[in-house]
Protein backbone atom coordinates (compact mmCIF):
# COMPACT_ATOMS: atom_id res chain seq x y z
CA UNK A 1 0.00 0.00 0.00
CA UNK A 2 1.54 3.71 -0.76
CA UNK A 3 1.05 6.78 1.18
CA UNK A 4 -1.82 8.71 0.46
CA UNK A 5 -1.04 12.35 -0.99
CA UNK A 6 -1.62 14.81 -3.66
CA UNK A 7 0.46 14.14 -7.16
CA UNK A 8 0.75 17.84 -7.32
CA UNK A 9 1.79 19.57 -4.39
CA UNK A 10 2.77 16.15 -2.16
CA UNK A 11 0.76 17.03 1.01
CA UNK A 12 0.09 13.50 2.90
CA UNK A 13 -3.30 12.54 4.41
CA UNK A 14 -1.69 11.09 7.72
CA UNK A 15 -0.54 14.60 7.98
CA UNK A 16 -3.57 16.36 6.92
CA UNK A 17 -6.11 14.37 7.75
CA UNK A 18 -8.71 16.94 6.38
CA UNK A 19 -7.24 17.57 3.22
CA UNK A 20 -9.53 16.53 0.56
CA UNK A 21 -8.35 14.91 -2.06
CA UNK A 22 -9.71 13.50 -5.91
CA UNK A 23 -8.95 11.22 -8.15
CA UNK A 24 -8.86 12.24 -11.57
CA UNK A 25 -9.80 9.95 -14.94
CA UNK A 26 -6.47 10.33 -15.87
CA UNK A 27 -5.28 8.31 -12.42
CA UNK A 28 -3.43 11.68 -10.76
CA UNK A 29 -4.27 12.30 -6.99
CA UNK A 30 -5.01 15.88 -7.04
CA UNK A 31 -5.90 17.96 -3.37
CA UNK A 32 -8.69 20.58 -3.77
CA UNK A 33 -6.30 23.61 -3.02
CA UNK A 34 -4.22 22.64 -6.13
CA UNK A 35 -7.32 21.85 -8.17
CA UNK A 36 -8.54 25.72 -7.42
CA UNK A 37 -5.24 26.90 -8.21
CA UNK A 38 -5.60 25.36 -11.89
CA UNK A 39 -8.52 26.03 -12.36
CA UNK A 40 -7.54 29.77 -12.71
CA UNK A 41 -4.81 28.66 -15.46
CA UNK A 42 -7.13 26.13 -17.29
CA UNK A 43 -10.24 24.42 -15.58
CA UNK A 44 -11.05 21.89 -18.16
CA UNK A 45 -7.25 20.31 -18.24
CA UNK A 46 -5.41 17.79 -15.61
CA UNK A 47 -2.75 20.24 -14.05
CA UNK A 48 -0.51 17.45 -14.40
CA UNK A 49 -1.00 15.90 -17.49
CA UNK A 50 -3.40 18.27 -19.32
CA UNK A 51 -5.64 15.38 -20.26
CA UNK A 52 -9.23 16.43 -19.99
CA UNK A 53 -10.02 16.62 -16.43
CA UNK A 54 -13.15 14.42 -14.65
CA UNK A 55 -12.51 13.94 -10.76
CA UNK A 56 -14.17 12.07 -8.25
CA UNK A 57 -13.74 12.88 -4.19
CA UNK A 58 -11.90 10.30 -2.59
CA UNK A 59 -14.10 9.20 0.16
CA UNK A 60 -16.42 6.63 1.58
CA UNK A 61 -19.00 7.23 -1.12
CA UNK A 62 -16.60 6.66 -3.92
CA UNK A 63 -17.61 3.72 -6.67
CA UNK A 64 -16.45 0.43 -5.36
CA UNK A 65 -14.99 0.00 -9.02
CA UNK A 66 -12.94 3.05 -8.02
CA UNK A 67 -12.23 2.29 -4.51
CA UNK A 68 -10.14 -1.00 -5.11
CA UNK A 69 -7.55 1.42 -6.20
CA UNK A 70 -6.62 1.99 -2.61
CA UNK A 71 -6.81 -1.33 -1.25
CA UNK A 72 -3.79 -3.73 -0.60
CA UNK A 73 -3.19 -5.27 -3.91
CA UNK A 74 -2.71 -8.96 -2.42
CA UNK A 75 -5.62 -9.49 -1.70
CA UNK A 76 -6.49 -9.42 -5.37
CA UNK A 77 -3.56 -11.30 -6.02
CA UNK A 78 -4.71 -14.45 -3.76
CA UNK A 79 -8.31 -13.56 -5.34
CA UNK A 80 -6.84 -14.13 -8.94
CA UNK A 81 -5.30 -17.37 -7.54
CA UNK A 82 -8.70 -18.68 -6.53
CA UNK A 83 -10.46 -18.04 -9.49
CA UNK A 84 -7.23 -19.28 -11.37
CA UNK A 85 -7.04 -22.44 -9.65
CA UNK A 86 -11.50 -22.40 -9.48
CA UNK A 87 -11.27 -22.05 -13.69
CA UNK A 88 -8.73 -24.51 -14.54
CA UNK A 89 -10.37 -26.94 -11.56
CA UNK A 90 -13.31 -27.10 -13.64
CA UNK A 91 -11.47 -27.10 -17.65
CA UNK A 92 -9.64 -30.29 -16.06
CA UNK A 93 -13.07 -31.26 -14.91
CA UNK A 94 -14.40 -31.10 -18.69
CA UNK A 95 -11.14 -32.39 -20.04
CA UNK A 96 -11.86 -35.53 -18.17
CA UNK A 97 -15.85 -35.85 -18.33
CA UNK A 98 -15.11 -35.37 -22.01
CA UNK A 99 -12.26 -38.24 -22.30
CA UNK A 100 -15.04 -40.55 -20.58
CA UNK A 101 -17.55 -39.38 -23.17
CA UNK A 102 -15.16 -40.91 -25.87
CA UNK A 103 -14.31 -43.65 -23.66
CA UNK A 104 -18.25 -44.89 -23.55
CA UNK A 105 -19.06 -43.69 -27.44
CA UNK A 106 -15.74 -46.27 -28.00
CA UNK A 107 -17.67 -49.05 -25.73
CA UNK A 108 -20.54 -48.35 -27.62
CA UNK A 109 -19.41 -48.88 -31.01
CA UNK A 110 -17.70 -52.08 -29.51
CA UNK A 111 -21.09 -53.74 -28.26
CA UNK A 112 -23.03 -52.58 -31.76
CA UNK A 113 -20.28 -54.37 -33.42
CA UNK A 114 -20.37 -57.40 -31.28
CA UNK A 115 -24.66 -56.84 -31.77
CA UNK A 116 -24.14 -57.10 -35.51
CA UNK A 117 -22.57 -60.00 -35.46
CA UNK A 118 -24.97 -61.65 -33.23
CA UNK A 119 -27.74 -60.71 -35.76
CA UNK A 120 -25.73 -62.03 -38.71
CA UNK A 121 -25.33 -65.15 -36.99
CA UNK A 122 -28.72 -65.18 -35.93
CA UNK A 123 -30.07 -64.51 -38.91
CA UNK A 124 -27.79 -67.50 -40.55
CA UNK A 125 -28.82 -70.02 -38.56
CA UNK A 126 -32.42 -69.07 -39.11
CA UNK A 127 -32.15 -69.52 -42.79
CA UNK A 128 -30.31 -72.82 -42.29
CA UNK A 129 -33.46 -73.57 -39.84
CA UNK A 130 -35.87 -72.76 -42.51
CA UNK A 131 -33.97 -75.26 -45.21
CA UNK A 132 -34.12 -78.14 -42.43
CA UNK A 133 -37.71 -77.19 -41.91
CA UNK A 134 -38.67 -77.33 -45.37
CA UNK A 135 -36.58 -80.76 -46.00
CA UNK A 136 -38.16 -82.10 -42.76
CA UNK A 137 -41.48 -81.29 -44.45
CA UNK A 138 -40.85 -83.37 -47.87
CA UNK A 139 -39.79 -85.72 -45.83
CA UNK A 140 -42.62 -86.35 -43.65
CA UNK A 141 -44.59 -86.18 -46.58
CA UNK A 142 -42.96 -88.55 -48.62
CA UNK A 143 -43.54 -91.23 -45.65
CA UNK A 144 -47.02 -90.09 -44.82
CA UNK A 145 -47.69 -91.02 -48.72
CA UNK A 146 -46.06 -94.48 -48.05
CA UNK A 147 -48.04 -95.40 -44.56
CA UNK A 148 -50.72 -97.46 -45.34
CA UNK A 149 -54.14 -95.64 -44.25
CA UNK A 150 -57.04 -98.13 -44.56
CA UNK A 151 -57.99 -101.82 -42.65
CA UNK A 152 -58.94 -104.10 -45.63
CA UNK A 153 -56.64 -106.26 -47.04
CA UNK A 154 -57.45 -105.16 -50.82
CA UNK A 155 -56.88 -101.80 -49.85
CA UNK A 156 -53.63 -102.51 -47.93
CA UNK A 157 -52.60 -104.53 -51.46
CA UNK A 158 -53.49 -101.51 -53.66
CA UNK A 159 -51.38 -99.26 -51.34
CA UNK A 160 -49.04 -101.49 -50.64
CA UNK A 161 -48.38 -101.69 -54.36
CA UNK A 162 -48.02 -98.72 -55.43
CA UNK A 163 -44.16 -98.09 -57.04
CA UNK A 164 -41.73 -95.97 -55.67
CA UNK A 165 -42.07 -93.70 -59.12
CA UNK A 166 -45.60 -92.78 -57.57
CA UNK A 167 -44.44 -91.61 -54.73
CA UNK A 168 -41.66 -90.01 -56.08
CA UNK A 169 -37.75 -89.86 -55.28
CA UNK A 170 -36.54 -90.70 -51.59
CA UNK A 171 -35.88 -87.16 -50.06
CA UNK A 172 -32.54 -86.44 -48.55
CA UNK A 173 -32.88 -87.46 -44.79
CA UNK A 174 -32.74 -83.86 -42.97
CA UNK A 175 -29.76 -83.10 -40.36
CA UNK A 176 -30.81 -82.72 -37.26
CA UNK A 177 -29.06 -79.57 -35.26
CA UNK A 178 -31.66 -78.63 -32.99
CA UNK A 179 -30.00 -77.97 -29.39
CA UNK A 180 -32.97 -78.83 -27.54
CA UNK A 181 -32.33 -81.93 -24.49
CA UNK A 182 -35.75 -82.80 -25.03
CA UNK A 183 -35.15 -87.00 -25.62
CA UNK A 184 -38.87 -87.32 -26.93
CA UNK A 185 -37.57 -84.78 -29.79
CA UNK A 186 -34.53 -86.82 -29.91
CA UNK A 187 -36.39 -90.19 -30.09
CA UNK A 188 -38.65 -88.27 -32.81
CA UNK A 189 -35.28 -86.79 -34.30
CA UNK A 190 -33.59 -90.53 -34.24
CA UNK A 191 -37.45 -92.39 -35.60
CA UNK A 192 -37.15 -89.96 -38.79
CA UNK A 193 -33.20 -91.12 -39.40
CA UNK A 194 -33.72 -94.93 -38.73
CA UNK A 195 -36.70 -95.56 -40.45
CA UNK A 196 -37.23 -96.65 -44.03
CA UNK A 197 -39.88 -96.94 -46.51
CA UNK A 198 -40.70 -101.05 -46.02
CA UNK A 199 -40.91 -100.33 -42.51
CA UNK A 200 -44.17 -99.35 -43.10
CA UNK A 201 -45.15 -102.49 -45.15
CA UNK A 202 -48.14 -104.61 -44.22
CA UNK A 203 -45.80 -106.91 -42.22
CA UNK A 204 -44.59 -104.07 -40.05
CA UNK A 205 -48.12 -102.28 -39.29
CA UNK A 206 -49.12 -103.20 -35.41
CA UNK A 207 -52.75 -101.86 -35.90
CA UNK A 208 -55.74 -101.23 -38.33
CA UNK A 209 -55.43 -97.51 -37.00
CA UNK A 210 -54.69 -94.37 -39.37
CA UNK A 211 -50.43 -93.68 -39.04
CA UNK A 212 -50.00 -90.03 -39.00
CA UNK A 213 -46.24 -88.23 -38.28
Given at each position: ??????????????????????????????????????????????P??????????????????????????????????????????????????????????????????????????????????????????????????????????????????????????????????????D?????????????????????K???D?????
Amino acid sequence: MFRLHCNKCYHLRSQEPTLALNLTRCHHIICANCLERSSLEDPKKCPLCSQPLQTIPIDRNMPSGMAQYFEDPTRFLKLYQKISKFQGDQRTSDNVGFWQQMERQRDLELQLQGYNKIEMQLNQQIEREKKRIEEMRKYIEYYEKAAPSGSSSSHRGRRGSRSSQERGSRPHTPSVTTTTTDTSMEKENNFFMDTTADDFGPKKRRNDKNFHI
